[in-house]
């Protein structure tokens, strides 16, 4: 297989290219397996490879978009991360209609 396929080549188990489960590998390694985030609760040992900057909010899949995390902190910064896209979303929003002057 070629070198440039690889990361077309999904694993069974976690449908993830295979570049970013080396990744993961990558990721936890660099840290020493300490968790990165370090937040209330956190339990310093990271089993999760998480995007600084969230895919959905423009980050990317390189080494520089991630860090180590336990399971504690990224459930936190997961739903953080959720809440502030739910907020921007809600910015784009078109505003209500205004009523029509003839009705009350």
Do not use: F
């Amino acid at each position: 297989m070629a070198r440039g396929v690889l990361a077309m080549v999904w694993s069974k188990n976690r449908q993830r290219p295979y570049e970013q489960r080396k990744g993961r590998a990558d990721v936890l390694s660099r840290a020493a397996g300490q968790c990165q985030i370090k937040g209330p609760g956190c339990t310093r040992l990271a089993t999760i490879d998480d995007h600084v900057v969230p895919l959905s909010l423009g980050g990317s899949l390189g080494l520089h978009n991630r860090q180590a995390a336990c399971k504690t902190c990224h459930d936190l910064k997961t739903a953080r991360d959720a809440r502030s896209a739910k907020t921007a979303i809600q910015a784009k929003a078109k505003p209500p209609a205004r009523k029509h002057p003839g009705l009350k």
